[in-house]
């Protein structure tokens, strides 16, 4: 276990599971901050973005409480870490096929609704349970993780990447898709972590520990 560390801020915009990301983050020896004030972000050494909903409430809270902003000076201007977990991840994109708001464009990519019709027999959405994550390349996100490796996923978008060399993870659901991609200071997991048990709580770990401001 770590020691209890500050300058961790979860973003509260209205939409999502704060309380099990700050439960877990807890279970492995940090303090975190939740927080829907712009001036805490602008203090925080590492960001994370959870998010349950529709992208472009999503995008239309963070803008009108100042946080869009406060996000991006952070990310691109002082390169502080953020993570995004699920709907969170989709934010960090170019947009959703969701809705017609921009994301905040961190990664060259978009996230699109799972389309099963071409299939004989269409799996049902959203995508929810426990999966297996495909490595596509070496990430400290995911160091020394525990053996059996799996996550656990609720969505009905994914992302799709510009650059490949972006995608950290794919899993498969019908088709693979990029489950978790990374860029530099920016993170983004389409699974909960906060839901992943010992899986979710070493990534959370890595997070804090492998990616310095």
């Known amino acids: 276990m770590s020691e209890e560390k500050n300058g961790i801020v979860i973003v509260d915009y209205g939409m999502g599971n704060l309380g099990s990301v700050k439960n877990m983050f807890k279970k492995i020896g940090y303090e975190t901050v939740v927080s829907s004030n712009p001036s805490d972000v602008i203090d925080a050494e590492k960001i994370v973005l959870p998010g349950v909903g529709a992208f472009d409430e999503a995008v239309k809270n963070l803008r009108s409480r100042?946080?869009?902003?406060?996000?991006?000076?952070?990310?691109?201007?002082?390169?502080?870490?953020?993570?995004?977990?699920?709907?969170?991840?989709?934010?960090?994109?170019?947009?959703?096929?969701?809705?017609r708001m921009e994301g905040f464009g961190f990664v060259d990519a978009y996230a699109k609704r799972f389309d099963f019709s071409q299939m004989q027999d269409p799996l049902p959405i959203p995508h929810m349970g426990w999966n297996i994550l495909h490595?596509?390349?070496?990430?400290?996100?995911?160091?020394?993780?525990?053996?059996?490796?799996?996550?656990?996923?609720?969505?009905?978008?994914?992302?799709?990447?510009?650059?490949?060399?972006?995608?950290?993870?794919?899993?498969?659901?019908?088709?693979?898709?990029?489950?978790?991609?990374?860029r530099?200071?920016?993170?983004?997991?389409?699974?909960?972590?906060?839901?992943?048990?010992?899986?979710?709580?070493?990534?959370?770990?890595?997070?804090?520990?492998?990616?310095?401001?």
């Open 66 to 99: 100042g946080l869009f902003e406060a996000i991006e000076r952070r990310v691109l201007d002082d390169g502080v870490p953020i993570l995004g977990i699920c709907l969170g991840m989709q934010l960090l994109t170019r947009g959703s096929e969701e809705g």
């Open 135 to 182: 490595h596509q390349r070496e990430t400290p996100l995911f160091s020394h993780m525990p053996p059996h490796e799996r996550f656990y996923f609720v969505h009905s978008y994914a992302v799709e990447c510009e650059d490949m060399g972006d995608v950290l993870t794919t899993t498969s659901y019908g088709y693979e898709f990029v489950s978790s991609f990374g």
């Open 184 to 213: 530099g200071n920016v993170v983004g997991c389409q699974f909960h972590p906060e839901k992943s048990h010992r899986f979710g709580m070493r990534l959370l770990e890595n997070f804090v520990e492998e990616y310095p401001c």
